[in-house]
């Protein structure tokens, strides 16, 4: 009988054992090559279940498997006399061939033994190393959650920051308007204290000129004086100078009252300037006060910022050194993990080899290769349909393969070194704005600084004109103060001249009025001498007693004298 034309469930007799038994199995097994038959034995004499290598194949009691050692073509017959020694050295070889295989086999499988019983004790190992492992990967997923709250309370401190700098900045530029409106308004101060003097120099320039105008009053004064006194030598008693005297008086009074309307007119304007200018100088000394304050309250926003950003600077020196140790945990996990996964993927990839061979085996036994593509495989048999089917099958097979786990730790490990990229760009980018802002808070610093230099400066220069304008105007006040005092003690003195003079005048003329009685009384006492002689008296009387007037300071005995004198030269 042929290879070919055994079927399941034929019977056949193996010659070289003497046994017989039913077809179980006919294929092309995974742990051999070429075509099998499995025989299911009437006695138990067989070496194996259905099973081999924990493959099975059929099931039965006892088997026999046998390598068919026949061409194709050759017939299994009935043992005959001189084939049954061949077969039986044929199966000799093929039993001692076996066993060889077999002890090779055995061996094979006690070092695959030892060297699973020492990848056991190293799994073992590794396996506590994964706990360990594990619990460290624990401690820092919950190390990184930390970190990424606190860098999330970072992020948030630092857009406060960022609000309160923005905030500085507005009230920054606040400050600098109020600081040019208050360099305007001490500009406009300057301008009103260069009016102020201006006008004290005006003032100044009329007070000379009162000055100049009163000494030339008093030189007119004195020239008048001068002129009575030459004039009155020569004038009757009763002609008109008392009377031109009387104008000059009241001219003269009438020129001190205009200059005292003037000076009046004048300290009353210098006294509303003064007002005004300390008015200014209240409103400067309040706008200084609030800037003072706004400087305060600014510098106290600074000190508060530098305080937070150094916070901050402290905050994120931390998280580089988390970072750090994460990132030494993350590689020391990685490392360990990694050898880990990689002795998971080898026996993976056992296991996947050792199925895939048994489901490709499967597949040839179930469906064989077509050696031959002719009309009658394609078109009466479904042999190449199965063919290609199988084919498709296997290709599925290898396609169908899970990723190993060490692509997805590599693409894990890629995705988070591209995270941790980005993050690093992010801080970068952080650091370099807070740097920015940190050299932008130290530029308005050194703003502020500059402003309050100016200020101070600008406050000694105002202090320093307002005591300068203050003094000018006590000098000023002084000058004028001693300018009316002494107007008033002119004014005084011409005054009493004035009586004084009115008093002789007066007193001259109650003895001119006796001189003329007695004059009357001597005249009708005395002859025609003392007739003719009189007008030369009377001229002599006219002439002295002008001069008694006119002189001030003659005393009244001198003028008795004088006329008792003349009394005497008539009475000779």
């Known amino acids: 009988m042929s290879n070919k034309d055994l079927k399941i469930g034929q019977r056949v007799a193996v010659v070289a054992k003497d046994v017989k038994g039913t077809v179980a199995y006919v294929g092309y097994p995974t742990f051999a090559s070429g075509k099998w038959i499995g025989i299911n034995l009437d006695e138990p004499k067989g070496k194996n279940n259905g099973t081999v290598r924990g493959h099975f194949y059929f099931e039965t009691g006892f088997v026999e498997t046998l390598t068919p050692q026949f061409t194709p073509g050759q017939s299994m017959t009935s043992p005959q006399p001189n084939a049954a020694a061949v077969e039986e050295k044929l199966a000799n070889l093929q039993a001692q061939q076996e066993i060889t295989n077999l002890k090779a086999e055995v061996e094979d499988l006690k070092e695959k033994l030892e060297t699973l019983r020492m990848r056991r004790s190293e799994d073992r190992e590794k396996l506590r190393e994964l706990e360990r492992v594990r619990l460290q990967l624990d401690q820092a997923n919950e190390f990184k959650a930390k970190i990424m709250e606190s860098q999330a309370q970072l992020q948030r401190d630092l857009q406060r920051a960022k609000q309160e700098v923005r905030e500085a900045q507005e009230a920054l530029d606040l400050h600098n308007d109020e600081t040019a409106e208050l360099q305007e308004a001490a500009e406009m101060a300057a301008l009103d204290k260069e009016m102020a003097e201006e006008r004290a120099e005006s003032i100044q320039m009329e007070l000379e000129q009162c000055r100049e105008k009163l000494e030339e009053a008093t030189l007119d004064l004195q020239l008048m004086r001068a002129e009575m006194e030459a004039s009155g030598n020569t004038q009757h008693p009763n002609a008109v100078s008392g009377g031109a005297t009387g104008y000059e008086v009241r001219q003269l009074q009438q020129q001190n009252v205009r200059l005292k309307e003037t000076l009046v007119e004048q300290l009353k304007q210098d006294v509303q300037e003064l007002e005004a200018l300390q008015e200014v100088h209240e409103q400067l000394v309040e706008s200084n006060r609030e ?60 296991r996947l080899n050792t199925k895939a061979e048994i489901i490709l085996g499967q597949i040839r036994e179930r469906f064989p290769a077509v050696n031959v593509w002719d009309r009658e495989a394609i078109t009466k048999s479904h042999t190449a349909v199965q063919y290609s089917f199988r084919c498709q099958l296997e290709y599925q097979l290898l396609m169908i393969q899970p990723t190993p786990p060490i692509v997805k730790r590599a693409q894990l490990v890629k995705k988070q070194l591209e995270e941790t990229k980005t993050l690093t760009i992010r801080l970068e980018k952080k650091e370099a704005e807070y740097k920015e802002l940190k050299k932008a808070a130290k530029g308005y610093k050194e ?24 003094l000018k105007i006590d000098q000023l006040q002084r000058k004028l103060d001693d300018a009316l005092n002494q107007i008033k003690r002119q004014e005084k003195e011409f005054d009493e001249t004035l009586d004084h003079l009115q008093q002789d005048i007066e007193s001259l003329e109650d003895e001119r009025g006796a001189l003329r009685e007695k004059l009357k009384l001597y005249g009708k006492r005395g002859g025609s001498h003392h007739a003719v002689t009189s007008p030369v008296s009377s001229v002599r009387e006219y002439s002295h007693e002008p001069s008694v007037k006119v002189s001030s300071g003659v005393p009244s005995g001198e003028v008795n004298e004088a006329l008792q004198h003349q009394l005497k030269v008539l009475s000779w």
């Open 447 to 470: 703003e502020l600084s500059e402003m309050n230099i100016r200020k101070e400066l600008g406050e000694k220069k105002l202090t320093t004109a307002v005591r300068d304008a203050e």
């Open 291 to 350: 800037l003072e304050m706004d400087l305060r309250e600014e510098e106290a926003a600074l000190e508060t910022i530098m305080d937070r950003d150094s916070t901050i600077v402290k905050f994120r020196e931390l998280v580089q050194r988390m970072t750090e140790q994460y990132n030494e945990l993350t590689a020391q996990i990685n490392s360990k993990q990694g050898d880990h996964d990689a002795i998971l993927f080898i026996l993976l990839l056992q």
